[in-house]
């Protein structure tokens, strides 16, 4: 009796095609897929509320202007971002902040990135 896949290198490459596809979709790997992203960290200098949720202006050592939207970004650790406060987390790239200071005359301020994951100092 003999098995469909006659060859194991045949075999080898469909289960590599298959763990590169869950990783790439995030099924089961949601682990895999946010390792891929961009990291952030640093000291928080500013917080803008806007009507999509909040800017975060981070200070060094990974340094930018982040996005935090209510219900897609996820908080860890103390709950608690305020100036002063250390940050660490990922990002995906584009966002914006809609009307900033809840004053829609002012237009919208592009972002480095959207916020998926992040976690908070004291």
């Known amino acids: 009796m003999t098995l469909p896949l006659q060859k194991p290198s045949t075999f080898l490459l469909l289960l590599c095609i298959s763990?590169?596809?869950?990783?790439?979709?995030?099924?089961?790997?949601?682990i895999a897929r946010a390792?891929?992203?961009?990291?952030?960290?640093?000291?928080v200098y500013n917080l803008t509320p806007c009507a999509n949720g909040f800017l975060f202006l981070v200070g060094p050592?990974?340094?930018?202007?982040?996005?935090?939207m209510t219900g897609l970004s996820k908080l860890y650790a103390f709950f608690l971002p305020h100036?002063?406060?250390?940050?660490?987390?990922?990002?995906?790239?584009?966002?914006?902040?809609?009307?900033p200071y809840y004053n829609c005359y002012a237009g919208a301020i592009?972002?480095?990135?959207t916020i998926l994951h992040m976690g908070t100092s004291l």
């Open 19 to 30: 763990i590169l596809s869950f990783a790439i979709l995030g099924l089961d790997f949601g």
């Open 35 to 43: 390792s891929l992203l961009p990291g952030f960290g640093g000291t």
């Open 61 to 68: 050592p990974r340094p930018g202007l982040f996005m935090f």
């Open 83 to 99: 100036p002063g406060a250390w940050v660490l987390g990922n990002y995906f790239f584009g966002g914006a902040c809609v009307c």
């Open 110 to 113: 592009s972002a480095n990135g």
